[in-house]
């Protein structure tokens, strides 16, 4: 048996040059790398055939998303480890061996994971630290990461047994579909521990946006399903903490819709103080001063300004 399978989903990629990058940095374990064509068409069967020697191709026959996708690859994988990885991102030189390391030397339930290293187009770049300030505890780490997500789910390494107890990905979620799963895994009362040295690089282009940008109700909606599968999963019994933590979610839901989807939002909001009456938004002190005075509007020309100084794009993936 293989001991890591490496499941990359591809829906009309311009290249796989991100891919042959970290399998030539990453050749040193013993790996199997699996591309999920998620239904491209013809027109890119010329992009496939490009792919690096060795790679096993899947061709899904119709578009089902990304969850879909990384769930055919699951299906298909042989490792006792999987990890995921976007086509247009890539691994750091020796994070599998790293990770793998880890995995060896690491505790029972203990799942490492890799920073993500943020690249953009300008050549600037930040680390998703986050984790530094995080006990290892499943329960500390799903509030976290249900507000400020301390890891991408590329950055890690889980179990194939696992992942397959789990039903892999909620292919019902056109977006978040990957936020739930490292939900899901913390509550089964896994931990992530931190590898250092090594990182996940999550590549943002001038190109358009990502499958995790914000552009229409139906996103709104997956977002807000994911909201609800969490309280599902407490039987109407949710924790003090994790009903803060849920609420302060649906805040930040909200406040990414309230320019296109008003209504929507508005109502979100209201059902949050439902769930936890009382709860502060989840922002910093100035940001939450700003929209008591002005609004929401307020609060994203702030945003805005800040952006645009740090030279970072809107949207792209937390973690």
């Known amino acids: 048996m293989t001991d890591i399978s490496v499941i990359i989903p591809a829906f009309r990629p311009s290249s796989f040059d991100a891919l042959a990058q970290s399998m030539a940095v990453n050749a040193n374990v013993d790996a199997e790398w699996i591309v999920v064509d998620d239904a491209s068409g013809p027109d890119y069967d010329a992009v496939f ?12 026959p119709e578009n089902r998303r990304q969850g879909a996708a990384r769930n055919a690859g699951l299906a298909r994988a042989q490792g006792q480890w999987i990890k995921f990885l976007d086509a247009d991102d890539e691994l750091d030189s020796g994070h599998l061996a790293a990770l793998f390391a880890a995995v060896e030397q690491g505790q029972d339930k203990a799942l490492p994971f890799a920073a993500t290293k943020h690249v953009f187009a300008n050549g600037t770049t930040h680390v998703n630290d986050s984790w530094r300030d995080l006990p290892v505890d499943s329960a500390a780490q799903y509030r976290r990461q249900m507000l400020r997500p301390f890891l991408h789910h590329c950055g890690a390494l889980y179990p194939r047994d696992l992942l397959v107890r789990l039903g892999g990905y909620d292919e019902s979620l056109i977006t978040d579909e990957d936020g739930d799963l490292l939900l899901r895994i913390l509550h089964e009362g896994y931990h992530f521990t931190p590898v250092e040295g090594v ?11 990502r ?3 914000d552009d229409d109700i139906a996103k709104m909606q997956s977002r807000v399903r994911a909201c609800d599968k ?4 407490f039987d109407g019994q949710i924790p003090p903490e994790i009903a803060r933590a849920l609420a302060q979610r649906m805040d930040k839901i909200a406040m990414t819709y309230w320019t296109a989807f008003p209504d929507e939002a508005k109502a979100l909001i209201a059902r949050a103080h439902r769930i936890s009456p009382g709860y502060a938004p989840d922002m910093r002190g100035p940001l939450r001063l700003l929209r008591g005075i002005g609004g929401p509007g307020m609060v994203f020309a702030a945003q805005g300004l800040y952006r645009r100084l740090k ?9």
């Open 49 to 60: 055939a490009t792919l690096p020697e060795g790679v096993q191709l899947i061709r899904q």
């Open 199 to 209: 990182h996940y690089l999550y590549v943002h282009h001038d190109g358009g946006p």
């Open 211 to 213: 499958v995790s940008a």
């Open 230 to 233: 969490v309280a599902e999963r």
């Open 311 to 319: 030279g970072r794009p809107k949207g792209g993936a937390q973690g």
